[in-house]
């Protein structure tokens, strides 16, 4: 038992000391934080970038136009063709010109600018403009807005799941999402440790030291020692990543938070003079309004359960295929000869990956259930299933049969290893293989 | 007393027998050979002393005990096919290796130390062993065999990698730790080491044990009761009991001759009949050396 623990602490602290780990777990997170910090900063550059100049012959827009995060408008009082002159020296990135019959004939409104004019700035102008000009077609017809805004509902459908524990907000988008993020973390990291665990062992072949530590302990206390030291070694990458990220985020938040809030203050107190602030804190309610609703189906989710099913079929997915990944290592001598049994040993995981789109849209069918008994698809398939909510005796019943599997793989690896190991310069069939299933220690 | 006892041991590896009631004893206190042409078993054997593979039948007895895991610790083992992690340092790696053998951290710290001293490599502790060259490599292997202080040492062709100097720093600790009563069994291709080193000895040739015993037993038992004279002068109507294998002319006039003497005649007659014929320079039996004993065994049990 002691001689297991130091061969795990070996293997933990061999690969947790590798500079490539160090990069990779500080890498990841930075990546993450980088990817949303270019975007957060992208939004934040463009407050006050658009200066947009109008032109209004007819008189009827004069402060129809909101000032946003991202343009700004100046009215100006001189002819076109003079401002259109000056437009170079002027430094507004785009002129709109709104003729004086714009109410009868709307299409006669132009926009010019240096370069072309964004999407999303010629629609923030035809939107105001379509909108001030409905008004006073409305008025002349002797409606209010008022009555207009009044007559409009808003339907927002909420969903819910009919539980036991009573009617429940429920997002299915959010709930397909976690279910798929976490299926596809533990397909990734079975590869990725699972491979660990190969070169580990291979490299012990290669190396020839295996003899000497199999002197000393157990081949399978090796394997197994081996094994639990590349999950530890898993599992501590998780948590920094997890730690590193949220702190980033936590720190990061703040800072663009700040300039966030900043910019608009700046936003609103210029655009007080020009009454238009209203539109800001509209937008913002919607957008909180959605937020709201995934955060309210993330909290009727079982998040405990969910993060101990998450931990346990990690380990069960990695346990039963890092075994089999440790066999192959054992079996052959280089790196080349591992592709032909790696192929048939990570088709289930593969397949499992991709039955998971097919799961997510029906969560509780029958490809669904057997998918999510089979030990080697299960791991996968079940965590997609889980946020939708699975029968207890179901998720009991895989459970019990990942941990037969996985004990199963471990026996039928630790028999193939411990021959496997000590077997040079010979080219492994399958046929030999089986052999070796059933040599006598 | 012996340290190591095999009772006819059997190891069946699917249509091949690696050892057929292979039945040994090995004394305490001596440096045993283990010899046999490759592919004879040796190492299936040294395998099953070493607990890395169980026999199919047979008893293994250390110390008079039954073979247990208890053992392992008593057991210092260098396999022919060996290394070490490369991407560790060198007293990392030693230190891990004392620990599997069942040391405490403190223990092996003290006994590296010794060790480090004595082949006066204290410099090497924080290198990788890839930064080692070969010759380097083996001295550490070495170290990581016999620190835990072994009753039994196991080592299997010791001297391939070395140069002719650390094959003799080697051949000398070898010797120092016999006299500190450890026994070594001793599995090599080179005949000249087991001249030099070995008190007992053992052959296995295709899975069976072909002789063994203590070496000057074995010498006796191939002797061929052949004698040389060096000498001057005819030498001619010997009795015909004396058969003269060969004559050969050496430098200044002396001849050479190999004389087969019957199994039960005294030597003394044989120097009597020479001494009154020829003007004798040297005389001496022809002791069989390791190596026609290894052919000779071999291929008689091959035939």
Sequence with gaps: MNTIFLIIKREYLVRVRKRSFVIMTILGPLLIFAFYAVIGWAAISSINQKKVAVIDESGRFANQFK?????????????????????AKSGYDALVFIPTNVIEQPKTVQIFAEKSVSLDLQNNIERAISKEIETIKLNQAGITRKIIEDAKVNVDAQTFSLRDSGEQNSSAIATSIIGYVCAFLIYISVFIYGTQVMRGVMEEKTNRIVEVIISSVKPFQLMMGK?????????????????????????????????????????????????????APEVRQAQQGVMNNVLRAIETLNIPLIVACFLFYFLGGYLLYSALFGAIGAAVDNETETQQFMFPITLPIIGAIAVAQFVIREPDGALAFWTSMIPFTSPVIMMVRVPFGVPGWELALSMFLLAIGFAGTTWLAARIYRVGILMYGKKVTYKELSKWVFYKA | MNILETRHIVKQY????????????????????????????????????????????????????????????????????????????????????????????????????????????????????????????????????????????????????????????????????????????????????????????????????????????IKEQFKTHTYHVEYQGALSDLPSAFSVLSTKPIDDGFLRADIQIPPDAAVNDLIRHLIDRVAVRSFGENIPSMNDIFIKAVGATND
């Design chain 1, 67 to 87: 000032d946003t995060k991202e343009t700004t408008y100046s009215y100006l009082k001189q002819p076109l063709a003079q401002a259109k002159k000056q437009f």
């Design chain 1, 227 to 279: 094994i639990i030291g590349v999950a530890l070694v898993g599992l501590t990458q998780f948590m920094l990543w997890i730690l590193l990220t949220v702190g980033l985020f936590t720190v990061g938040g703040q800072v663009f938070g700040d300039k966030v809030d900043r910019g608009r203050a700046a936003m609103q107190t210029s655009a007080a003079a020009g009454q238009g602030a209203a539109a």
């Design chain 2, 14 to 217: 699917a249509e091949h027998r690696a050892l057929d009631d292979v039945s040994l004893v090995v004394p305490k206190g001596s440096i045993f050979g283990l010899l046999g042409p490759n592919g004879a078993g040796k190492t299936s054997l040294i395998r099953i002393i070493n607990q890395i593979t169980a026999p199919d039948e047979g008893e293994v007895f250390l110390m008079g005990e039954h073979l247990n895991p208890n053992h392992i610790r008593h057991i210092g083992y260098l396999p022919e096919e060996r290394g070490l992690y490369k991407k560790m340092k060198v007293g990392e790696q030693l230190l891990y290796l004392a620990q599997l053998k069942g040391l405490s951290e403190k223990e092996a710290m003290e006994k590296l130390k010794i060790w480090f001293v004595k082949f006066d490599i204290k410099t090497w502790w924080n290198k990788h062993i890839e930064d080692l060259s070969k010759g380097m490599q083996q001295k550490v292997q070495f170290v990581a065999t016999v620190m835990h202080e072994p009753d039994l040492i196991i080592l299997d062709e010791p001297f391939s990698g070395f140069d002719p100097i650390n094959a003799n720093l080697i051949k000398d600790e070898i010797l120092e730790l016999r006299d500190k009563g450890s026994t070594i069994i001793f599995s090599t291709h080179r005949m000249e080491s087991v001249e030099e080193l070995c008190d007992h000895i053992a052959l296995i040739n295709r899975s069976h044990k072909v002789l063994d015993g203590p070496k000057r037993a």
